[in-house]
């Protein structure tokens, strides 16, 4: 009965645990006989057990567990014996989270986002995390910083008279300005743009927006509705697709082997394409698909800017565009005003508009970049284009030169074209490089990268392609790397 003293509460409780888990205490706290005896067998018997689980375990399950890590005589001169390795390198031979295929696009490890220090460190180029951009950043200086005082940016709206009420109208500007510079995507007034947390959000709030479109019923449409793209495809789409288990949409797989064009499904075409890097259209040729158009990487840096992108749904992303990623901003360039609608309704319920400040630092970032080319004294290596495209150039020639001289790998061939902005026929510098394992004794080419030279990337089942392939970024800093083409260029088999 209340009130009970807490000491007394908790000592009871901790003896109806105890006896619920090892049974009648009571009676060795009486200490009667028949309890003493009871209890003592008790012991026994858990000691038994626990020898028994020891002695299984290192005998049984840890020789498997090394022989599955490619462990014993298999060892290379970057992995080292098991009973040295630390933390971080420990979570590398987790075969399960390293295979667990398409489920997520950020593995998180404790190498994500950092410089390898050493010459056996590990090297990180799973993600496409963009810190090559920080060189130029940090050379532009003040012209790029900016300084927002405590009392702006708190209230929810940036502009009630537009649709989009959370874009910031500057930021809008800065961003229309900026593609009629590079001429790569059509974005006049007649076009509505969406801001988002990353384009990441920007592709939930298209498939929201496209699969409750009032036609699809009209066109005979069943939900989910399916969602495509052609592989190998970037491998969130999947994952960011059946997050939720949507009633609206489910993940269909690859575009190219999709047999229900009769009805409505939606497609999404990833152009230029991570992971491979080449330039894409619709794969399924069918009045009944509906396209997101995903532009991440259709700037000068990359690939050759042939003509402006005029399509229904376009994403775009700061992340790849100028390289903050951290900032967390993309838009969209949406034509029809229901599809802009829904897409602002989905961002609004989900995340109540984006966030303010990185709107600010965004146009700011965007304002400089643009400046920079109005100015004709502008040397190019302050010139953002400029910059990512010499220096993607020279990655890309230093590990062609590297899977040239192996005879492991091999790389995509690419073509030419004229680029309208650089003025000058080029070829495409992707921001990933689609590498596969030429050698027959590797049916696994993340593994092996990954178990004898401690080089993450990422497989190619997660892009609905195959093993021997895999994805690896060519964004990260110079001395990663650097590192990188130094430890690809000691494989020898
Ligand atoms: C093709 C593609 N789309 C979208 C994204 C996500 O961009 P954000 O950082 O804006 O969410 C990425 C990021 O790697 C990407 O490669």
Known sequence: MFPLKRSNNSQFLRGRLWEQVFGRTEMVAAGGKNGRSWNLGVVCILTVVALSVHIFASSVVLPLFKDARGGGGNQSRFFPPASSVSGNEQRLETPARAMAVGSEEIRVS?????????????????????????KFWREAGDAARLIIPGSQTMSYFS??????????????????????????AVADKDSYIIVGTGSSQLFQAALYALSTSPEVAGRGGAWPLPVVASAPYYSSYPAATDLLQSGLFRWAGD????KDGREPYIEVVCSPSNPDGFLKTESVASGNG?????????WPQYTAIT????????????????????????????????VARRMIKFIEISTIGVSKDSQLRATKILKTVSDRYEVETTEESAKLFHFGRKTMRDRWRRLQAAVAASNVFSLPIFQPDYCNFMKET???FPAFAWLKCEHADIEDCESFLRQ?????????MHFGADAKHVRVSMLDRDGTFDMFIERLSSIEL
Do not use: Q
């Not at 989009?164 to 009629?180: N, T, V």
């Not at 003509?307 to 993309?330: E, Y």
């Not at 004898?452 to 190619?460: D, F």
């Open 110 to 134: 404790e190498t994500s986002g950092s410089l390898p220090t050493s010459i056996d460190s590990v090297i990180n180029l799973d993600h496409g995390d963009p810190t090559m951009y920080e």
């Open 452 to 460: 004898k030279y401690k080089i993450l990337t990422r497989g190619g």
């Open 290 to 298: 509906m396209v997101i158009h995903d532009l991440a990487y259709y």
């Open 426 to 428: 080029t070829l495409p």
């Open 159 to 184: 502009d009630v008279t537009n649709l989009c009420w959370f874009l910031e109208p500057e930021f809008a500007a800065e961003i229309r300005r900026l593609h009629r510079l590079v001429g790569n």
């Open 255 to 258: 575009a190219v082997t999709f």
């Open 307 to 338: 003509n402006p992108a005029d399509h229904d749904i376009m994403l775009f992303t700061a992340s790849k565009c100028t390289g903050h990623a951290g900032m967390r901003l993309g838009w969209a360039i949406v034509r029809d005003r229901d």
